[in-house]
């Protein structure tokens, strides 16, 4: 490789060759026979990678003569066939896809009767009992230390009325206590605010389950008649069950997620 | 206590006069003993109307229709005994159509979302279009696929038979047109091109202003309407006019062609030229659905419950007699749904301004439906209920409930008697007019209720939707 400039120096003060436009015509119509000539008779790795250099060439140029020819010759659009047919009627409304609720019924009685659940958190973090109640003194000396109060959200059914305080053992104070639980359909991706129908299990033992506290994990089972949905038999279906999935007792607002 | 006594002395009858739907009576006020119950109103009116078979009727005092006898009725609403009580009588429908009850089979058949079904006129074929391009043909003895009619490039989105129940024309998403053989289920001829967008609706011309049937109008979403002639295989005339998609087309018995369109107005064409005659203004929204107070005896041509065949030179006879029977002396009505909420009840020979709105929905009205005898009207809407009103004032009468999504379509019984809905919820429903009550309930389909048909024989009911399958119900 020539360092310096003399080469262009020379080339600026005395000129070229007088047959140098000739030659190189001649050279350059040559060099495709040369170009040939060395694939052709290249063996081994140098020989692969002319071949795969020129292949892609070879492509990169059939493509942009297609594209070419597309933009000059005219076409009927072909119109594809698309999925999720909708009558007229429906054709100018966008509608929210409902996810198809169905048939989960029956699995769901199987798998209630066997007590198995695919539920969206299957482990979750145990709840210790010095965590969950604190401990209220009572008595006239304040010594006695039988009573708990329970620190997580809870729910108490509607028609529920405080056992005498001289036998509660453990209370559930009122400002704990939450009606209503924000559900995440998973499919649908939209949430409701649904009333809560029940505790159906606290995955941290079964005590938890009967006092009704909401932790994180805890299946409930709410009202979704507001929702429409319809079973096979053609009943409608206004109870389902969801999973909580943040900690209630931090946020002061209880999120689950739908188990469809 | 002296009004007591002479109530009781006057207790035995009551003067009535009895009136048919337009006004006109039927006789003179006379006096009637208040144990007559519908009965004995039933024999009087044959007897006065001279008919030769007892004929059915129903009796309304105010727009409430008369179960008990006069008396009870009396009693309850503390109607004076001294004033003259109004009885309009209304016939009923001869024949009594049972309600379907059970599913008599399940029909796989199609690959995608059935879109459209629809009975012939006689009864006894069965179309249905869907999503996977192809028009199926059903046998209704077997309850089984007869023929599979493949020619459409896309969603088949509308089908209707002709009149006489020889063609049968279907309109898909890309725009065409094609005609099929329902004996051979063969394609008949080229798929006719012309419309540029989808199409919205297919309605063909009334036997009985011309047979055989020829002529059929179709409305598209590129906003014009045109005519075309299936024998020949092209468009005659294209109405133009509508700014917006054209959602629905309807061919009057009068020869009048009404287009409703989502730019909120109804255009009535003429046929013979396509000149626009008049221009009905109101809604303020899309026009969703139309329907006319003939419609049924217009689909239906010269069949009617007997089932009995005509020849083609008589056919035109019979399916005139049956048109000037359902129209009466009043003008055909039109009734209009839109996606404002609200319907309108037009008489659109007489004035370019509406009867009456009728207004109640809370979401948009999908579909509208005149009953076959023209009384009744009935409305589907998103809101998940369907709606009453009478046919001929446009006054509410009632709201089913039952739905839990939205209603799609509405299909009536021959016999005006039995009212049957489709919704989105899966669910098909049977409603009751004389109770005003639910009367039936068809779960089954797995998914989504898109179209609903009652034959017109009335033996049989098809459902079809989202799943796939058409599902016949029997009684």
Redesign the interface.
């Known amino acids: 490789m020539p360092q310096g400039d003399y080469i262009e120096l020379h080339q600026k003060r005395h000129g070229r060759r007088l047959d140098y436009e000739e030659r190189k015509r001649k050279k350059e119509a040559r060099a495709v026979h040369k170009r040939s000539k060395q694939a052709q008779n290249s063996i081994g790795i140098k020989g692969k990678m002319i071949a795969k250099k020129n292949y892609a060439e070879k492509a990169q140029m059939k493509k942009t003569l297609k594209m070419h020819e597309e933009s000059s010759s005219r076409r009927k659009a072909d119109e594809d066939v698309q999925e999720g047919a909708v009558p007229a009627y429906l054709l100018d409304r966008e509608n929210t896809t409902r996810a198809k609720v169905l048939s989960n019924t029956i699995k769901q009685k199987r798998k209630e009767k066997a007590g198995k659940w695919e539920v969206p958190l299957p482990k979750v973090r145990p709840v210790a009992e010095d965590e969950m109640f604190r401990v209220i003194r009572s008595g006239k000396r304040k010594t006695k230390q039988w009573k708990r109060m329970v620190t997580k959200a809870t729910f108490v059914g509607p028609g529920f009325t405080r056992k005498p305080p001289k036998y509660e053992r453990f209370i559930r104070p009122s400002g704990l206590r939450f009606t209503k639980a924000h559900v995440t359909h998973p499919e649908l991706r939209c949430t409701f605010c649904l009333e809560i129908i029940g505790i159906k299990k606290n995955p941290n033992g079964p005590m938890y389950t009967s006092l009704g506290v909401m932790t994180r994990g805890t299946i409930i089972e709410v009202n979704v008649s507001e929702l429409g949905l319809v079973t096979p038999g053609g009943k409608v279906v206004w109870g389902k069950y969801a999973q909580v999935t943040n900690n209630p007792e931090n946020d002061g607002c209880i999120n689950a997620v739908l188990l469809v | 206590m002296n009004m007591e006594t002479s109530q009781a002395g006057m207790g035995n009858t009551v003067m009535c006069l009895l009136t048919d739907p337009e006004g006109t009576n039927l006789g003179s006020a006379m006096y009637i003993p208040q144990t007559a119950g519908p009965l004995q109103l039933t024999q009087l009116v044959n007897k006065f109307l001279n008919n030769e078979e007892m004929l059915p009727y129903s009796f309304y005092v105010s727009d409430e229709e008369l179960l008990v006898p006069v008396g009870t009725y009396l009693e309850k609403n503390k109607v004076s005994v001294e004033k003259v009580l109004t009885i309009v009588y209304q016939q009923q429908a001869v024949f009594r159509i049972r309600p379907v009850n059970r599913c008599s089979q399940t029909i796989a058949g199609h690959a995608?979302?059935v879109?459209?079904v629809s009975f012939s006129p006689d009864g006894k074929q069965l179309a249905s279009g869907?999503?996977?391009?192809t028009v199926r043909l059903w046998d209704l003895n077997t309850e089984t696929p007869m023929f599979t009619c493949k020619g459409h490039?896309?969603?088949v989105?509308?089908i209707a038979w002709s009149p006489d129940g020889k063609h049968l024309v279907s309109g898909s998403?890309?725009g065409e047109i094609c005609c099929w053989n329902p004996k051979k289920g063969e394609l008949d001829g080229n798929p006719l091109t012309g419309h540029k967008k989808?199409?919205?609706?297919i309605s063909w011309e009334p036997v009985h202003l011309s047979s055989p049937c020829r002529r059929f109008v179709t409305s598209s979403?590129d906003g014009d309407a045109r005519i075309w002639d299936v024998t020949l295989k092209k468009t005659l005339i294209c109405l133009t006019g509508h700014s917006l998609?054209v959602?629905c087309v309807k061919w009057g018995g009068d020869g009048i062609i009404y287009t409703g369109s989502?730019d909120c107005t109804i255009k009535m064409w003429e046929t013979t030229q396509g000149k626009l005659i008049r221009e009905l203004k109101g809604h303020g929204h899309w026009v969703?659905?139309l329907a006319l107070s003939t419609e049924y005896v217009l689909r239906t041509g010269a069949f009617d419950h007997t089932g009995r065949q005509y020849p083609p030179n008589e056919e035109m006879k019979k399916a005139l007699e049956r048109y000037n029977q359902t129209k009466g002396d009043s003008p055909e009505r039109l009734v209009s749904g839109s996606d404002d909420f609200t319907m309108f009840l037009w008489e659109p020979s007489v004035s370019k301004q509406p009867k009456k709105r009728l207004t109640g929905h809370q979401q948009l009205v999908?579909?509208v439906y005149f009953s076959p005898d023209g009384k009744w009207i009935a409305s589907a809407s998103f809101d998940?209920s369907v709606r009453l009103w009478n046919g001929v004032t446009g006054q509410f009468v009632t709201a089913f409930r039952g739905h839990?999504?939205p209603v799609?379509q509405v299909s009536w019984s021959a016999d005006s008697r039995l009212l049957l809905s489709g919704s989105k919820?899966?669910?098909l429903k049977i409603w009751e007019i004389r109770t005003k009550t639910l009367k039936q309930?068809?779960?089954?389909h797995?998914?989504e209720v898109?179209?609903v048909d009652w034959s017109p024989d009335g033996e049989k009911v098809v459902s079809g939707g989202k799943d796939k399958v058409l599902k016949l119900w029997k009684g």
């Open positions: 995608e979302a879109l459209c869907s999503g996977d391009t490039r896309n969603w989105l509308s998403k890309s989808w199409i919205t609706g979403k998609a959602t989502q969703n659905s999908n579909h998940r839990v999504g799609y919820d899966s669910t309930d068809l779960p089954g797995a998914d898109f179209a």
